[in-house]
């Protein structure tokens, strides 16, 4: 069963093959959601009562941070089915999703400055939270560290893999973080889905921006996949069927 999953749906030729058809759909409601979640996040969403018009940078820096996470996430799935079922395509996503993360968790850590700035008076504070997501950092930089340094692609997707793996255990001090220690950042918003603290008319357009967000990963991802599995399948069949097609 296994086999068959992988060889129809997981394989470098299926994904390509499918990912062509998925993608035009992913562009569409990414761009519904982002419009949306801009157009009312700026405009519509009423200004906070403490923090005023400083509070919409919320519609940026929230989204990059959970997609920062998610992204290592997906990272650390995929590196246990490289490692344990050696899916050649798990391996693809792992590596073409590090440069990806570590460009969210960059943004997540400047707009996070940026509204620290006015709010806290500072740019910078060793809160539990933002250090966690500056050792997210970190972990991505020390994963494509990694990858350009290791010329045999096996070796290089395995050590990939067991750093994927290892630093997962920092997702986790990332989320409970604000509730573990007492820190200037502030505590859980959206996550509490009984009674979210926040009102509707700024949730809607923030739970769009986080879905734009994610859309916007799994479109850069796909792009980025479909370029790797040229370069890593330039010598199949299929690979120079399609190129002959397309010339």
Request: glycine fraction near 6%.
């Amino acid at each position: 069963m296994f086999h068959w999953l992988n060889r129809k749906f997981l394989s470098p030729k299926a994904f390509y093959a499918s990912s062509s058809i998925l993608l035009p759909w992913l562009i569409a409601a990414f761009v519904l959601c982002f419009s949306y979640g801009l157009i009312a996040g700026l405009f519509l969403a009423p200004a906070d009562y403490q923090q005023g018009d400083g509070f919409r940078i919320i519609y940026v820096h929230v989204p990059s941070a959970l997609t920062a996470m998610s992204v290592y996430f997906v990272m650390a799935v995929s590196a246990v089915l490289t490692l344990v079922f050696r899916i050649k395509i798990a391996a693809i996503c792992m590596s073409c999703s590090a440069k990806i993360g570590a460009w969210f968790t960059f943004l997540a850590l400047v707009t996070g400055s940026i509204w620290g700035k006015p709010m806290w008076g500072t740019w910078w504070i060793w809160d539990a939270r933002l250090t966690s997501v500056l050792i997210l950092l970190f972990l991505y930089l020390g994963f494509l560290s990694l990858q350009s340094v290791i010329t045999d692609q096996q070796s290089r997707d395995r050590a990939g893999a067991i750093i994927a793996i290892v630093g997962v255990i920092n997702l986790p001090i990332i989320h409970y973080s604000v509730i573990w220690w007492n820190t200037l950042h502030q505590g859980p918003t959206i996550t509490k889905f009984a009674a979210p603290s926040i009102a509707p008319s700024m949730l809607h357009p923030l739970l769009a921006m986080i879905a734009a967000f994610y859309l916007f990963y799994a479109v850069i991802l796909l792009l980025r996949m479909r370029s790797q599995i040229l370069l890593r399948e330039i010598k199949s069949q299929w690979v120079q069927e399609e190129y002959c097609h397309v010339g």
